[in-house]
């Protein structure tokens, strides 16, 4: 079992960057694949990017327009979304998720398919 709490959200400017980040805790994060989600009020959480426990593969949302990078440090039992060229739709409470897998499964964008998940992080792009 792994424990998740995300860090880094606050508010900035359309244009800007943020380095949200997901602690967990608990025995062999090494052993998870990590994801981000986000959510908006009245909307069903959203598929952000995936990576594999190694870091060596990533998956992201087509709509994100290679503007964030996923990232871990299984040393430190960190997950990383580095957010770039930020705007107002990227507004939402972010979420990291972890599922025990040896790969990443073609699934990944499936909020089902995670057994782990953080409180969320509040990420505000103001116009």
């Known amino acids: 079992q792994v424990q998740l709490l995300e860090s880094g959200g606050e508010q900035v400017q359309t244009g800007g960057s943020l380095r949200l980040s997901c602690a967990a805790s608990?025995?062999?994060?090494?052993?998870?694949?990590m994801a981000w989600f986000r959510q908006t009020p009245g909307e069903e959480r959203e598929f952000v990017a995936t990576i594999s426990r190694g870091g060596l593969s990533t998956h992201y949302a087509d709509s994100l327009e290679n503007r964030f990078t996923v990232s871990r440090d299984n040393a430190k039992n960190m997950a990383y979304l580095q957010m770039d060229s930020l705007k107002p739709e990227d507004t939402a409470v972010y979420y990291c998720a972890a599922r025990w897998s040896a790969s990443i499964p073609g699934n990944y964008a499936d909020v089902d398919l995670y057994d782990f998940w953080g409180q969320g992080t509040q990420v505000t792009v103001s116009s």
């Open positions: 608990g025995r062999a994060f090494g052993d998870y694949t």
